[in-house]
């Protein structure tokens, strides 16, 4: 097999699971280490005739991460693309399974099973336990977790529910005086897109706890999730009043 995946996580997932079967990846794919592939530019503006003339088997993609004008172009110059649809944990495993396999992967990989293992045996949070939070993604403007993603399942599920998860808009515009107002017990603040550090993003929180987090933990779906629940849970309880 011959591959292409437009989106990091994917990638490192791939280049884990079955190694050489890679030709290409975005400029973003910086797991693992050291990959030596072909670079196509970025998630939202690849470059379609490179990836053709990579001969690629397979180019992996998803609806969120990657443009449906550019997906279709490369269907249109004959390249086949698998599309994944991950707005859950479970979706993630279910995806990662079948992008997989598709890779040509001979069975499903251990740290895949380490993974799902490492969510379900995690307790559910009781009533008492749970936070509220916003979750910025972006500054200038503020951006925050919307609906429907599967960042906000992946919180939700260690006992934070962001205050926006019944948004029209999935990553909606909000001014930060309404963010502060509504009063979260927690700031989740990862960095990427944006890069919150503890110098730029708590300052404009006053008074309100701020767990700074890696974006991979929460964003990303493929081995990172082994370590999310371990990594995502620490700093959350570091971040209490």
Known sequence: MRVVSLVPSLTEAVARTVPGALVGATDWCTHPAGLDVARVGGTKNPDTERIVALAPDLVVANDEENRAPDLDALRAAGVEVLVTDVRTVP???????????????????????AAETAWSDLPSP????????????????????????????????????????????????????????????????????????????????????????????????????????????????????
């Open 126 to 241: 009781s009533p008492g336990q749970r936070r509220t939070a916003v979750v910025p993604i972006w500054r200038r403007p503020w951006m925050v977790l919307g609906r429907d993603t599967f960042a906000g399942d992946v919180l939700a599920r260690l006992g934070v529910d962001h205050l926006y998860a019944g948004h029209a808009e999935r990553y909606p515009k909000v001014p930060v005086e309404e963010l502060r107002a509504a009063r979260p017990e927690v700031v989740v603040l990862p960095d990427e897109p944006y890069r919150f550090t503890a110098a730029d993003g708590p300052e404009a929180f006053p008074g309100l706890p701020c767990a700074l987090v890696d974006g991979r933990y929460l964003t990303w779906y493929g081995p990172s999730l082994a370590e999310a629940p371990r990594a995502l849970g620490a700093a959350l309880r570091a971040a209490r009043r």
């Open 91 to 113: 979706q993630a495993f279910t995806e990662l399974d079948r992008v997989l396999t598709a890779c040509g992967a001979p069975s499903r990989p251990r740290w895949l099973d």
